[in-house]
DNA sequence: AAACGATCCAACCGCTCTTGG
DNA sequence: TCCAAGAGCGGTTGGATCGTT
């Protein structure tokens, strides 16, 4: 075996000597000796996978080395409205749940969509003008670029439908997991970090739901969600605004969804 | 063309949770 | 039951790139 030196080396107990793991960027060797790994020997053990590998890195650089960036599995590309849609719904059920929000997006990984909110709905805009404005112009940039996707592949169009429908059966699938007991999480409220005692007349659903919409909930219920709504581009008052210039897909997303519950 | 700010994204850090002895 | 190691998660950082002025 090719790591057999290696491991000899590493093998004996106690400390021999002080690891000095290998940081920063990755390099595509590194890249590749990780892959050949996890390919003859399947995920897991991590910190033996950095020394049987014969990788200077240590076990949670090359987890998470794998998980975000080598995994077979992986979406490339532009998070799309639809998805940003299901982000959204999301982090309004779960909060900062980064993992769990990444398992309703397949070949999305938590590191990407924690970082798509970052950039996108965690600063709070100068003013509501402003705002308005720079959602506007980032969803029509969205809107040409889909434009520009559709035009390129408008042989696969049927695909395309395929994939609207897809979409609605996955939010049925999400909601259907909100109804779901075993999945409940302690609805976390991001202001106030605290739990909302989930016994109350109002149920999570409801109350989720309510704050997607912004009717019918009460001032307790709402604070958390309007600081983080109303601070970013995605108050409902907003995004009926501004939808006007945004895809359809993002419409249906939103309001087939919920208007049945309003 | 340069400066500056915004955005993107890979990677690290520290903490918590899980699991096995 | 306790403890240590491994695994997973969320927060944060910093460099690269892009867009605007």
Redesign the pocket.
């Known amino acids: 075996m090719y790591w057999g030196g290696a491991m000899a080396g590493h093998m004996g107990q106690g400390v021999l000597e002080e690891e000095v793991?290998?940081?920063?960027?990755?390099t595509a060797e590194e890249d590749r000796l990780l892959v050949e790994y996890v390919r003859l020997h399947g995920?897991?053990?991590?910190?033996?996978?950095a020394r049987l590998a014969g990788l200077k890195?240590?076990?949670?650089?090359c987890?998470?080395?794998w998980?975000?960036?080598l995994r077979p599995d992986l979406k490339r590309?532009?998070?799309t409205p639809q998805e940003e849609s299901i982000i959204l719904e999301l982090h309004a059920r779960?909060?900062?749940?980064?993992?769990?929000?990444?398992r309703s997006l397949p070949g999305r990984?938590?590191?990407?969509i924690?970082?798509?909110w970052?950039?996108?709905f965690k600063?709070k805009p100068?003013s509501p003008s402003d705002a308005a404005e720079?959602a506007k112009?980032?969803l029509l940039r969205k809107q040409q670029f889909h434009q520009q996707q559709q035009q390129q592949q408008s042989q696969k169009q049927q695909q395309h439908q395929q994939q609207q429908h897809e979409f609605n059966f996955d939010m049925k699938g999400i909601m259907a997991l909100l109804d779901d007991n075993s999945h409940r999480a302690p609805y976390i409220s991001?202001g106030r970090q605290e739990i909302v005692n989930t016994n109350s007349n109002i149920t999570e659903e409801q109350g989720y739901l309510d704050t997607m919409l912004n009717c019918n909930t009460s001032p307790a219920e709402t604070t958390a969600e309007d600081i983080l709504w109303d601070g970013t581009l995605w108050n409902i008052d907003d995004v009926h605004a501004n939808f006007s210039v945004a895809s359809a897909t993002n419409k249906t997303g939103l309001y087939s969804l919920v208007a049945p519950f309003c």
């Open positions: 793991w290998r940081k920063g960027p990755w995920e897991g053990r991590w910190n033996s996978v890195r240590n076990g949670k650089s987890r998470l080395r998980v975000n960036y590309g532009q998070i779960w909060g900062n749940r980064w993992s769990t929000i990444a990984t938590d590191n990407e924690k970082n798509y970052r950039t996108h600063k100068k720079k112009n980032r991001q």
